[in-house]
């Protein structure tokens, strides 16, 4: 790659070209007073670029500018530095424009003598302690203010004729340097960065523990065809390429450089190649999600006995530390590290098991190298130092590799067809390589073999890519061959145009394509995530394609389904990018005939999940209270129907559980003395001492609660201070968590549908009779509504047919069901431990109240004229209140007489006066133990 060199100079014009050019003049001839205030101008100029540096501004281009130079900024803001201007003299007429040409570097296009290469010069002699390799050589100014380039065969820097001055922009590994130099010879340099400063940056492979390899070499060994020598001496390397994501994502991780620094902040010396972009991410030279590969290098050292006493202090656990290595990037005066959490153990290398992929469809005259697949059993196959390719051996590989015109570059490392000849058919080629410890493993019994197949030259493949999809994650739920709900759920894009992409094509690859089609012929890719290759392999799981493309070849379109599905061993990410390409082969070469590439993105889901009223379940106005209205199961327990709290956008009635739902998660918050609570209670059919996570997939609902299996404990349930709070988590298909402001807790109260009753209460005051100061009370001098807006009854009642209706029947026609959920069996008005009081004088008066019996203080009597049947009191009490369960009487229709309704008779003691009315309250109580006050107020007549 060319360097650029920029130089706004005295009395010159700076040419830039599209390879990348310096232009200087050189002579100059100035006043010295104005070339001393432009100097101060351009200096200014410089610390502005350095304010902008310091900001995180990076530079995206660099031009001449008239007699400046001008800088474009990520943020499209610019610079612009002037320079020293003055009449152009007999040397400041043309200007020279450097380049490299051929590897050597180059004035006006002419090449000179002077030896060059490239970004990094000579590599040096790989093996002495701390010289892995010679550091790039950019061009730099002498002290005479003459350019000076790197002269590779003297090893040193050589002054050149070319004068530099003015303000200098060069071109260097990571961004550029602005020099300003004056008159005295002093320079000012400031380093302006071409991406993003690197803030952060985390090691995706580096969880196990490394090993920095070892081998050593005992003599000089010459391998391959070149000739090549692995010197003499003990060799290190890392165990592996590490894969590393930087942020911000901008930012040029091949300008840094990179060191694995032990906890002492010392320099293991396990050296790395310039950074790549993670090839399975992109194959441009940036990574558009961030994540690069450090290729592993090698270290020679000569004097093996001191290497081994060096490496042993290097790798040892310092301090006992388990981790003791961090990741160190450097670039300029910026360094950044990862934390000490790498590990790497020292292993002198092993057996090592190469294994190689097939090269498919490759093209005439295009150089191919090996790809390595797999290395097994061995993890010390980073220890292959180098290789070199030969031709398997057999006589009829030989004939078609001459056929085919096969060629394998002077090095061995790479190869090419040179002919046609060889289309749909294949080469065998064998992959030798040597060791860092001298191992050769070479010729076609004991060095791997791989295949390279020579494509079809009928056509070239084409590409598109389609608008970005960025979206919430809005899957919708599949049903079953009966129309049943399944655990899958599936997005489907709108349908994309292809009319660009097919009318590039021939008619032949036109038919190509939907043969293709047809036939299913196409390979998908997926890459992206932003956490490494995770999505590179994992396609199918449980016969769940995470994706389908869905071609039209009618209309030219495309659409895509993408599939959710919590049992996926993986599933697309929130708010991370991924490129899904799509490629369509020829059936029968495999020849790619077109490829489709789909960026997107998907974001949260809407909600479809909300809080309802159910037959037993209420919320609040605010829906952040559950009461819930169970039924007993013995007297510990009560049945919840958890289930009518909840419905989805899929669901008919709140009754059929919404196949979303199923992922409403419920958890206790363990809040103050929850914990006891929640003793004991029963959720989805499981035994739990406390509530932990549960969901609601598996909860039983029906018409008779006690196939319900939801339980809970049925203690306190009609005090306030014992509702606790619910963690109430929601994840979209099983997979993606809802936000608090999605699906908020609630507190959940087990409640009773008496505590809770909306009115209990008598409709009057009555009066009483003036002699035996009696009143008798039926349902119909009541108002009893339940929590639920169903009224219930204290009494037994009559039927239309003159039977006796029971109370227990007409309860449970309204919901009110006795023995589970409403009054205790056998509960009655006189036994619900009723209190009565007047007041006097302002005081509270209280007056006993006592039981009374049917025969004794109420008898049934019939009136045999009147044809009426009716409950006479018995003697009234001096000081209590009696109150007497009144029973229900059928009708005796042969006799004429009508059916009596159940009630209850109170009265009013003796000493009572008609001026002060009597309360009495009953305490209703439910199977829970939970009461209700029932207050009738009597007075006693004139």
Same mark, same amino acid.
């Given at each position: 790659m060319n360097k650029k060199f920029l130089s706004a100079v005295l009395f010159g014009a700076l040419m830039v070209s599209s390879t990348g050019t310096f232009v200087s003049c050189k002579d100059y001839d100035e006043d010295i007073d104005r070339i001393d205030k432009e100097l101060v101008d351009i200096k200014s100029a410089l610390s502005a670029l350095q304010a902008k540096v310091d900001a995180g501004k990076y530079v995206t281009n660099v031009v001449k500018n008239g007699d400046g130079?001008?800088?474009t900024w990520s943020d499209n803001s610019t610079s612009t530095i002037e320079t020293i201007k003055g009449d152009k003299g007999e040397d400041g007429k043309n200007g020279t424009v450097v380049t490299i040409i051929d590897g050597y570097w180059a004035f006006d296009g002419v090449k000179s003598e002077y030896p060059a290469k490239g970004d990094k010069g000579d590599k040096g002699d790989q093996g002495e302690p701390g010289d892995a390799a010679a550091a790039g050589h950019d061009a730099k100014i002498s002290e005479n203010g003459y350019w000076m380039v790197w002269d590779a065969e003297k090893a040193a820097y050589v002054e050149t004729e070319y004068i530099a001055g003015g303000a200098v922009a060069a071109q260097v590994k990571g961004g550029w340097n602005i020099t300003v130099k004056d008159e005295n010879g002093d320079e000012q340099t400031i380093f302006i960065p071409s991406s993003a400063t690197m803030g952060y940056m985390d090691v995706l492979n580096g969880a196990n523990p490394m090993r920095a390899l070892y081998g050593i070499n005992e003599k000089d060994v010459e391998y391959g065809p070149a000739k090549k020598t692995l010197k003499k001496g003990l060799y290190t390397t890392l165990d592996r390429d590490l894969q590393v994501v930087v942020n911000p994502q901008g930012t040029d991780a091949s300008a840094y450089s990179f060191s694995l620094m032990n906890s002492a902040n010392v320099d293991t010396e396990l050296p790395f190649k310039?950074?790549?972009?993670?090839?399975?991410?992109?194959?441009?030279?940036?990574?558009?999600?961030?994540?690069?590969?450090?290729?592993?290098?090698?270290?020679?050292?000569?004097?093996?006995?001191?290497?081994?006493?060096?490496?042993?202090?290097?790798?040892? *656990? &310092?301090?006992?530390?388990?981790?003791?290595?961090? =990741?160190?990037?450097?670039?300029?005066? !910026?360094? @950044?590290?990862?934390p000490y959490d790498l590990s790497a153990q020292l292993k002198k290398i092993g057996e090592v098991y190469v294994g190689l992929k097939s090269l498919e469809n490759c093209a005439v005259n295009v150089d191919y190298t090996p790809i390595v697949s797999y290395i097994?059993?061995?993890?010390?196959?980073?220890?292959?130092?180098?290789?070199?390719?030969?031709?398997?051996?057999?006589?009829?590989?030989?004939?078609?590799?001459?056929?085919?015109?096969?060629?394998i570059d002077k090095e061995g490392h790479s190869f090419k067809f040179t002919r046609e000849t060889g289309v749909n058919n294949s080469i065998e080629f064998v992959y030798n390589y040597i060791l860092m410890d001298?191992?050769?493993?070479?010729?076609?019994?004991?060095?791997?073999?791989?295949?390279?197949?020579?494509?079809?030259?009928? *056509? &070239?493949?084409?590409?598109?890519?389609?608008?970005? =999809?960025?979206?919430?994650?809005?899957? !919708?739920? @599949?049903?079953?061959?009966?129309?049943?709900?399944?655990?899958?759920?599936?997005?489907?894009?709108?349908?994309?145009?292809?009319?660009?992409?097919?009318?590039?094509?021939?008619?032949?690859?036109?038919?190509?394509?939907?043969?293709?089609?047809?036939?299913?012929?196409?390979?998908?890719?997926?890459?992206?995530?932003?956490?490494?290759?995770?999505?590179?392999?994992?396609?199918?799981?449980?016969?769940?394609?995470?994706?389908?493309?869905?071609?039209d070849v009618k209309k030219n379109t495309v659409t895509f389904s993408f599939y959710v599905n919590a049992d996926l061993y993986y599933n697309y990410k929130l708010n991370k990018a991924?490129?899904?390409?799509?490629?369509?082969?020829?059936?029968?070469?495999?020849?790619?005939?077109?490829?489709?590439?789909?960026?997107?993105?998907?974001?949260?889901?809407?909600?479809?999940?909300?809080?309802?009223?159910?037959?037993?379940?209420i919320w609040n106005d605010k829906k952040n209270v559950l009461s819930i209205y169970g039924d007993l199961v013995n007297e510990n327990y009560m049945y919840v129907p958890f289930y009518e709290a909840f419905t989805t956008a899929y669901a008919t009635q709140y009754s059929k559980f919404g196949p979303s739902a199923r992922y409403y998660t419920l958890s206790n918050a363990y809040e103050d003395d929850a914990i006891l609570r929640m003793y004991n209670a029963k959720f989805l059919g499981r035994n739990y001492e406390l509530l932990e996570n549960v969901s609601l997939t598996d909860i039983v609902y029906s018409s008779k609660a006690a196939e319900w299996n939801t339980w809970a404990y049925a203690g306190y349930v009609n005090d306030e201070d014992y509702a606790f709070n619910i963690i109430a988590d929601y994840k979209f298909y099983?997979?993606?968590?809802?936000?608090?402001?999605?699906?908020?807790?609630?507190?959940?109260?087990?409640?009773?549908?008496?505590?809770?009753?909306?009115?209990?209460?008598?409709?009057?005051?009555?009066?009483?009779?003036?002699?035996?100061?009696?009143?008798?009370?039926?349902?119909?001098?009541?108002?009893?509504?339940?929590?639920?807006d169903d009224t219930f009854y204290l009494f037994d009642g009559v039927k239309a047919d003159g039977n006796v209706d029971k109370r227990s029947d007409m309860n449970l026609r309204q919901g009110f069901e006795e023995g589970t959920e409403g009054f205790a069996t056998n509960f009655t008005l006189a036994n619900a431990n009723a209190s009565a009081y007047y007041y006097k004088n302002g005081n509270k008066v209280a007056i006993p109240v006592s039981v009374g019996a049917v025969d004794t203080n109420a008898t049934f009597e019939t009136n045999t004229n009147t044809k009426t049947r009716a409950w006479v009191p018995g003697a009234t009490s001096a000081t209590n209140v009696i109150v007497t369960d009144l029973n229900a009487n059928e009708a005796i229709k042969a006799q004429g007489y009508a059916a009596v309704p159940g009630g209850i008779m109170i009265q009013l003691p003796s000493s009572i006066g008609t001026t002060e009315p009597v309360t009495i309250e009953f305490k209703l109580k439910d199977v829970f133990g939970v009461t209700k006050t029932l207050k009738v107020v009597v007075k006693a007549a004139k």
């Amino acid at each position: 790659m060319n360097k650029k060199f920029l130089s706004a100079v005295l009395f010159g014009a700076l040419m830039v070209s599209s390879t990348g050019t310096f232009v200087s003049c050189k002579d100059y001839d100035e006043d010295i007073d104005r070339i001393d205030k432009e100097l101060v101008d351009i200096k200014s100029a410089l610390s502005a670029l350095q304010a902008k540096v310091d900001a995180g501004k990076y530079v995206t281009n660099v031009v001449k500018n008239g007699d400046g130079i001008t800088v474009t900024w990520s943020d499209n803001s610019t610079s612009t530095i002037e320079t020293i201007k003055g009449d152009k003299g007999e040397d400041g007429k043309n200007g020279t424009v450097v380049t490299i040409i051929d590897g050597y570097w180059a004035f006006d296009g002419v090449k000179s003598e002077y030896p060059a290469k490239g970004d990094k010069g000579d590599k040096g002699d790989q093996g002495e302690p701390g010289d892995a390799a010679a550091a790039g050589h950019d061009a730099k100014i002498s002290e005479n203010g003459y350019w000076m380039v790197w002269d590779a065969e003297k090893a040193a820097y050589v002054e050149t004729e070319y004068i530099a001055g003015g303000a200098v922009a060069a071109q260097v590994k990571g961004g550029w340097n602005i020099t300003v130099k004056d008159e005295n010879g002093d320079e000012q340099t400031i380093f302006i960065p071409s991406s993003a400063t690197m803030g952060y940056m985390d090691v995706l492979n580096g969880a196990n523990p490394m090993r920095a390899l070892y081998g050593i070499n005992e003599k000089d060994v010459e391998y391959g065809p070149a000739k090549k020598t692995l010197k003499k001496g003990l060799y290190t390397t890392l165990d592996r390429d590490l894969q590393v994501v930087v942020n911000p994502q901008g930012t040029d991780a091949s300008a840094y450089s990179f060191s694995l620094m032990n906890s002492a902040n010392v320099d293991t010396e396990l050296p790395f190649k310039e950074a790549v972009p993670f090839k399975d991410v992109l194959t441009r030279a940036t990574s558009e999600n961030a994540v690069w590969v450090l290729p592993h290098d090698f270290v020679r050292y000569e004097n093996i006995d001191d290497a081994r006493t060096k490496n042993y202090l290097l790798f040892k *656990a &310092n301090d006992g530390a388990k981790h003791a290595l961090s =990741l160190t990037a450097t670039l300029n005066e !910026t360094t @950044i590290k990862t934390p000490y959490d790498l590990s790497a153990q020292l292993k002198k290398i092993g057996e090592v098991y190469v294994g190689l992929k097939s090269l498919e469809n490759c093209a005439v005259n295009v150089d191919y190298t090996p790809i390595v697949s797999y290395i097994s059993p061995s993890v010390d196959a980073a220890a292959v130092y180098d290789y070199w390719i030969t031709l398997e051996q057999s006589a009829k590989n030989l004939k078609n590799a001459q056929l085919y015109g096969v060629e394998i570059d002077k090095e061995g490392h790479s190869f090419k067809f040179t002919r046609e000849t060889g289309v749909n058919n294949s080469i065998e080629f064998v992959y030798n390589y040597i060791l860092m410890d001298g191992t050769i493993v070479q010729g076609d019994k004991d060095a791997p073999h791989f295949l390279a197949y020579q494509r079809e030259e009928m *056509a &070239n493949a084409h590409e598109i890519t389609l608008e970005r =999809l960025y979206t919430p994650m809005d899957a !919708t739920v @599949i049903l079953d061959a009966n129309k049943n709900y399944t655990n899958n759920y599936v997005l489907t894009t709108k349908a994309y145009d292809l009319t660009t992409l097919l009318s590039d094509m021939s008619d032949v690859e036109k038919a190509v394509w939907k043969s293709a089609i047809a036939s299913h012929s196409y390979k998908m890719d997926l890459i992206g995530g932003e956490d490494g290759a995770e999505w590179n392999t994992w396609w199918e799981n449980n016969n769940t394609l995470a994706c389908t493309p869905v071609f039209d070849v009618k209309k030219n379109t495309v659409t895509f389904s993408f599939y959710v599905n919590a049992d996926l061993y993986y599933n697309y990410k929130l708010n991370k990018a991924y490129q899904l390409t799509v490629t369509v082969n020829d059936e029968d070469t495999k020849t790619p005939v077109a490829s489709i590439i789909l960026p997107f993105e998907f974001t949260q889901p809407t909600l479809d999940i909300t809080r309802v009223n159910g037959e037993k379940a209420i919320w609040n106005d605010k829906k952040n209270v559950l009461s819930i209205y169970g039924d007993l199961v013995n007297e510990n327990y009560m049945y919840v129907p958890f289930y009518e709290a909840f419905t989805t956008a899929y669901a008919t009635q709140y009754s059929k559980f919404g196949p979303s739902a199923r992922y409403y998660t419920l958890s206790n918050a363990y809040e103050d003395d929850a914990i006891l609570r929640m003793y004991n209670a029963k959720f989805l059919g499981r035994n739990y001492e406390l509530l932990e996570n549960v969901s609601l997939t598996d909860i039983v609902y029906s018409s008779k609660a006690a196939e319900w299996n939801t339980w809970a404990y049925a203690g306190y349930v009609n005090d306030e201070d014992y509702a606790f709070n619910i963690i109430a988590d929601y994840k979209f298909y099983g997979v993606y968590p809802a936000t608090k402001e999605q699906v908020s807790d609630f507190t959940l109260r087990f409640a009773s549908l008496l505590g809770d009753a909306k009115k209990v209460e008598a409709k009057k005051e009555f009066t009483s009779n003036n002699v035996t100061r009696e009143v008798v009370l039926t349902d119909a001098d009541f108002t009893l509504v339940d929590a639920l807006d169903d009224t219930f009854y204290l009494f037994d009642g009559v039927k239309a047919d003159g039977n006796v209706d029971k109370r227990s029947d007409m309860n449970l026609r309204q919901g009110f069901e006795e023995g589970t959920e409403g009054f205790a069996t056998n509960f009655t008005l006189a036994n619900a431990n009723a209190s009565a009081y007047y007041y006097k004088n302002g005081n509270k008066v209280a007056i006993p109240v006592s039981v009374g019996a049917v025969d004794t203080n109420a008898t049934f009597e019939t009136n045999t004229n009147t044809k009426t049947r009716a409950w006479v009191p018995g003697a009234t009490s001096a000081t209590n209140v009696i109150v007497t369960d009144l029973n229900a009487n059928e009708a005796i229709k042969a006799q004429g007489y009508a059916a009596v309704p159940g009630g209850i008779m109170i009265q009013l003691p003796s000493s009572i006066g008609t001026t002060e009315p009597v309360t009495i309250e009953f305490k209703l109580k439910d199977v829970f133990g939970v009461t209700k006050t029932l207050k009738v107020v009597v007075k006693a007549a004139k």
